[in-house]
T-cell receptor, first 112, second 115 residues
Framework: QKEVEQNSGPLSVPEGAIASLNCTYS??????FFWYRQYSGKSPELIMF????GDKEDGRFTAQLNKASQYVSLLIRDSQPSDSATYLC????????????FGIGTKLQVIP | DTGVSQNPRHKITKRGQNVTFRCDPI?????LYWYRQTLGQGPEFLTYFQNEAQLEKSRLLSDRFSAERPKGSFSTLEIQRTEQGDSAMYLCASSLLGGMNTEAFFGQGTRLTVV
C-alpha cells in the first residue's frame, strides 16, 4: 500500500465547473496535509494546507480533511484553463521530524 | 529573492561523471529536504536535514549519492559515477521547524540529464 494515494487522471472538467481532487493516506497519525500545484516542467507550488478535520477555504480552493477516513480532498470552484496542472497531495508522517511524503499527483485538464 | 534557490537549473553530464547541485533555502528555515522527481511521478524523498544534521536518508538512495549542509544554511547534493537512471528533476525544499508551520517550499529544481 502506497503511503499517499492519488488517481493520476487526467481529470477533465469544463471551464467554470467544480474540480474535485482526492487523496488517501496510510499513516493514521499524520498531522499535516498539503496540496501543491505543479505545472509541466516546473517545481511544485504550495496552494493549500490543512491540519484539522473539516473544510478550509481560500478563494476558489477548498481543502477538506477527514482523519477518521484518512482522506483529504481539494475542490476548485469556477475552474479556469489556467488551473490545468498536476495537483500533488502531500502528508507529514507522525512522530520523528514529520517527513513529507507525496502522492503521484492528479493531472487536471480544464476544457475551455 | 527570498525563496528557495537551486543551482544549476539544468545539467547535462556524461555517464560516469560526478555532479554537484546546490540549494539555498529560505533564510529562517532550519529544515531542508532533497527530493527527486521523474516524469509522471510525485517527488520522491531522498534526504532531510535539520540545521546541519542529516537526520534521514532514503533507503532507495545508493552510496553514490551524498548530501551535506555544513553550516546549517545551504546544502549540496553530489552524485558520483552518474548513471542514465539518475536523469530526473532534483528538488530542494525548506520549512520551519516546530509548531504547525511545517509547510515546505520548493526551489525551481535542477534538471539532470545523463547521456
Amino acid at each position: 500500500q502506497k503511503e499517499v494515494e492519488q488517481n493520476s487522471g487526467p481529470l477533465s472538467v469544463p471551464e467554470g465547473a467544480i474540480a474535485s481532487l482526492n487523496c488517501t493516506y496510510s499513516d493514521r497519525g499524520s498531522q499535516s496535509f498539503f496540496w501543491y500545484r505543479q505545472y509541466s516542467g516546473k517545481s511544485p507550488e504550495l496552494i493549500m494546507f490543512i491540519y484539522s478535520n473539516g473544510d478550509k477555504e481560500d478563494g476558489r480552493f477548498t481543502a477538506q480533511l477527514n482523519k477518521a477516513s484518512q482522506y483529504v480532498s481539494l475542490l476548485i470552484r469556477d475552474s479556469q484553463p489556467s488551473d490545468s496542472a498536476t495537483y500533488l497531495c502531500a502528508v507529514t508522517h507522525s512522530g520523528g521530524y514529520q517527513k513529507v511524503t507525496f502522492g503521484i499527483g492528479t493531472k487536471l485538464q480544464v476544457i475551455p | 529573492d527570498t525563496g528557495v534557490s537551486q543551482n544549476p537549473r539544468h545539467k547535462i553530464t556524461k555517464r560516469g561523471q560526478n555532479v554537484t547541485f546546490r540549494c539555498d533555502p529560505i533564510s529562517e528555515h532550519n529544515r531542508l529536504y532533497w527530493y527527486r522527481q521523474t516524469l509522471g511521478q510525485g517527488p520522491e524523498f531522498l534526504t532531510y536535514f535539520q540545521n546541519e544534521a542529516q537526520l534521514e536518508k532514503s533507503r532507495l538512495l545508493s552510496d553514490r549519492f551524498s548530501a551535506e549542509r555544513p553550516k546549517g544554511s545551504f546544502s549540496t547534493l553530489e552524485i558520483q559515477r552518474t548513471e542514465q537512471g539518475d536523469s530526473a528533476m532534483y528538488l530542494c525544499a525548506s520549512s520551519l521547524l516546530g509548531g504547525m508551520n511545517t509547510e515546505a517550499f520548493f526551489g525551481q529544481g535542477t534538471r539532470l540529464t545523463v547521456v
